[in-house]
């Protein structure tokens, strides 16, 4: 506890010290009124944190307290992020000479506007109903009276503190318009209970498919009910794809819909819950083509071992708020968009159709993707 506490307020001091010291402290020569106000917010912050976060995302999950954490979080890691480009910036120019006495506040005052801007926008960027990403994805061993099948994407939706029923209605209404053969959901439904997102994931009942609606666990359900979101899901009109499969059919051709729990799932002692492929496509005719849901990019390695055709995942929000990104990068192989893996594997990784925690999505858009299956008979469309 002592290691873990000792982690914790170094990892709030690090993200504090560099805008504390840009804003205020850098010989920006404020007031000593403005300098003692930035002060104790700064301090307040270091100080309130660690307790809001456990009010909100501990047992309690007190909404109120996790908005409050989560809010002030994002908005400290873009000032974290733009103070320490700003810092960067005074260097260069003190290196120059440029800019003289007024240079520290000149940065101060424009690192405080750029990250005013960028919050403003990016907070707007989360709330909106996600633009519509179209994509073609080729399989060789998908068979003409499959082609053109149209697959929607959903993922890390995260119904959570904020209360976006609205905005889930709104996202079922587009995903409609879209007019699909398949909706999947990728995982990260909810932080909260089914109970606690009941009327945020009601929407999620209206959204219709032609041929199959599937889901699977992502790592955050694993900490508020996995098995409950399962049940829920069911209930709502969708496949639960519980280390599973489902077969789709059109025009004499098949499809294998398959879906395995998230790779967090054994280590939550949920029993019943682990990462099972060769479970999930237990008697599933090895000739035809696969698609397979699975939350992490990460397990990419398995599906290409296992010769699937095609992995759709979530996961990484595309970083969420930049540079986040590259943080991400370092626990999984793709941030967004289409990879390659092996002889016959694709990966799609979505950026997520929600957000996380901060309500802020700076430079990683959120989507709605529209995946166009092709057979290998098809030509590429234009």
């Not at 707007?124 to 179209?134: G, L, N």
């Not at 049940?231 to 025009?251: C, I, K, S």
């Not at 939350?295 to 699937?308: L, N, S, T």
Request: proline fraction near 6%.
């Amino acid at each position: 506890m002592l290691r873990r506490l000792a982690v914790l307020v170094s990892v709030l001091v690090v993200l504090c010290l560099p805008p504390w010291w840009t804003l205020f402290a850098s010989g920006a020569d404020w007031p000593f009124p403005v300098f003692l106000a930035g002060t104790a917010v700064f301090a307040a912050w270091l100080v309130s944190f660690p307790f809001l976060m456990v009010a909100g995302h501990g047992r309690r999950r007190a909404d109120r307290a996790a908005r409050i954490a989560d809010t002030s979080l994002g908005m400290i890691w873009v000032l974290f992020t733009w103070s320490v480009l700003g810092g960067a910036v005074d260097l260069v120019l003190a290196g120059l000479d440029v800019g003289g006495a007024g240079r520290a506040r000149t940065v101060a005052v424009a690192v405080a506007v750029i990250s005013a801007a960028l919050l403003g926008w990016g907070h707007h960027e989360a709330m909106r109903v996600p633009r519509v990403k179209r994509l073609d994805v080729r399989l060789p061993r998908l068979g003409a009276g499959l082609d053109g099948t149209r697959v929607v994407v959903l993922a890390d939706t995260h119904y959570g503190p904020i209360d976006r029923a609205g905005w889930s209605a709104r996202v079922a209404e587009a995903v409609n318009a879209l007019d699909a053969d398949v909706v999947v959901h990728a995982g990260d439904i909810a932080d909260g209970t089914p109970t606690q997102r009941r009327e945020q994931s009601a929407p999620l009942g209206t959204i219709r498919a032609r041929l199959a609606k599937v889901y699977v666990t992502g790592n955050h359900e694993y900490g508020s009910e996995a098995q409950g979101w399962l049940d829920r899901m069911a209930d709502l009109g969708w496949e639960p794809l519980h280390n599973r499969h489902v077969v789709v059919e059109r025009g004499g051709d098949a499809l294998v819909l398959a879906g395995v729990d998230d790779v967090t799932a054994e280590s939550s002692g949920l029993a019943g819950h682990r990462t099972d492929l060769l479970g999930a496509l237990a008697g599933a005719d090895p000739a035809r083509p696969v698609l397979l849901v699975a939350h992490q990019p990460k397990y990419v390695p398995q599906a290409a071992a296992a010769g699937i055709d095609l992995q759709v995942s979530g996961h990484t929000h595309g970083g969420q708020i930049w540079p986040f990104n590259f943080l991400v990068r370092i626990d999984q192989p793709v941030v967004h968009g289409l990879s390659r893996h092996g002889e016959r594997t694709q990966l799609y990784t979505s950026r997520g159709t929600g957000f996380w925690g901060p309500p802020f999505r700076v430079f990683a858009p959120s989507e709605i993707t529209l995946l166009t299956l092709r057979s290998g008979d098809a030509p590429p469309s234009v």
